[in-house]
């Protein structure tokens, strides 16, 4: 049975539904569980609620918690990351600083000066990682789920020859959304998904070999149902393709629809904001989770979408699963760069993951991923030399910024993040 390292476990919310997610397998049942955080009370806050889980489906599986990051990788055959480097008091910079000089971020975790900098504080701990596994579990497969995905998965498979793939549930959420939306059952319809992280396409959408794009342009059509989604569907419209990001995550990634308040109130409300969100339901979250501990009601132990516990499964027995996942560009998408970090249909078997070909982007897609690749290429050269200049490039070629601050106003915030954040930033000491 496998060993799996969660790493970041302090994320009690998505440790709980990992390790619910691997016991769900019978195959798996038996599995042993590492966590791993750097805050002891909320590391045994999941770790309790791990073991009360284990000890409800009577299985055979073991748990251990520790501090030390080494000790949960020795032998693991899964890392699964999940860290938040800085917490929310870093999270908080990265959205009130750029905040005053105009840039309002709607979730600020994959590009823009939040995502760049939330990538810059996640790589030294990434790349470090990911290098002790070389040696202590020179077989595992990193399954990274921290933001900025495309960023943070480029940089680790830079600096390591770790096996890296990047998970997100945007692929099948959206699915089941355009499911909704075509009214045809999510479990018959059959889809092809490429791109980049959080801006990867919908390139076919079938239901029994009907295709249901004009099912789906009526539905834009439809005030009502646009006034749902404004931000993709105006996207769709445009340039004709689906994307797998919400309309509010969406609309950071493009210059179109936060350059001005009114333009937030047409296509981005109401309001969504991320890191008040997360501010408002921590201490909630925690609660909640004390009071299932205490209570003699069982855990709900329905298996989730996410993909992680699948690719676990599907190495471990040999039955093939596919997902979408973040790996290099190795030609799979041909009118992208070599090298960045392509979101792409994968299998996955004993023999571990294999990269679905893409072949060419439809080249009004291809160009919308190239202008935040070409963010996160600096992004990165940033986070692993601790380059500045680096840093104030990646914010100047980000669309949004871009579109709202001079050159000389985004080297000022810039410097100002990197003084606020300097305790999370050691490669620029």
């Known amino acids: 049975m496998p060993k799996i390292a969660l790493i970041g476990a302090g994320s009690v919310v998505f440790a709980r539904n990992m390790i619910r997610d691997v016991l769900s397998f019978p195959e798996l049942a038996d599995s042993t569980f590492a966590l791993m955080d750097i805050d002891p009370e909320r590391l045994d806050l999941i770790a309790r609620l791990g073991r009360k889980m284990i000890e409800q489906v009577g299985t055979g599986a073991t ?3 520790t501090l030390e990051r080494r000790e949960a990788l020795e032998g693991a055959d899964f890392v699964i990351c999940m860290v938040q480097v800085g917490g929310l008091e870093a999270f908080k910079q990265d959205i009130e600083i750029p905040l005053r000089y105009g840039v309002d971020q709607s979730v600020g975790d994959t590009l823009g000066p939040g995502g760049v900098f939330r990538g810059m504080r996640t790589i030294p701990v990434l790349t470090a990682m990911a290098q002790e596994m070389e040696t202590l ?29 990047g998970l997100c549930h945007s692929v099948q959420g959206t699915a089941s959304l ?22 990867a396409w919908f390139l076919r ?38 994307v797998t990001e919400s309309t509010h995550h969406m609309s950071e990634y493009v210059p179109y629809f936060r350059t001005t308040q009114q333009r937030v109130e047409d296509f981005a409300t109401p309001r969504w904001d991320y890191y008040q969100l997360c501010k408002r339901d921590l201490e909630p979250t925690l609660k909640q989770i004390r009071e299932q501990l205490d209570s003699d009601e069982p855990v709900e132990m329905r298996r989730s979408r996410e993909y992680g516990s699948r690719i676990i499964h599907a190495e471990t027995t040999g039955q093939v699963q596919r997902i979408n996942g973040n790996v290099p560009n190795t030609g799979l ?8 970090c392509v979101e792409v249909p994968c299998y996955v078997d004993q023999l571990g993951l294999h990269p679905c070909y893409v072949g060419d982007l439809p080249p009004q897609l291809a160009a919308l991923n ?24 990646a914010v100047c070629l980000d669309p949004l910024t871009g579109a709202l601050l001079l050159p000389g106003q985004i080297e000022t915030m810039v410097d100002e993040m990197l003084a606020a954040e300097a305790q999370w930033l050691p490669q620029f000491a």
């Open 63 to 65: 748990l251990t918690a």
């Open 370 to 393: 190239r202008s935040n690749i070409a963010v996160q290429e600096l992004a990165v050269k940033a986070g692993l030399e601790g380059d500045r200049r680096a840093v104030v490039q």
């Open 205 to 242: 959408f079938e239901h029994n070999g009907e295709d249901l794009y004009p099912r789906l342009r009526e539905v834009m059509n439809n005030p009502d149902a646009f006034a749902t989604n404004k931000v993709r569907f105006e996207i769709m419209r445009c340039f004709d393709y689906f």
């Open 137 to 165: 579990c020179s077989r595992a497969l990193l399954i990274n789920y921290s933001n900025p995905m495309a960023i943070n998965c480029w940089a680790a498979n830079a600096a390591s020859s770790t096996r890296t793939v």
């Open 178 to 199: 355009l499911s909704d939306y075509v009214q045809a059952p999510f479990e018959e319809v059959s889809y092809w998904v490429a791109g980049i992280n959080h801006m």
């Open 333 to 340: 998408i041909t009118n992208l760069p070599a090298g960045c």
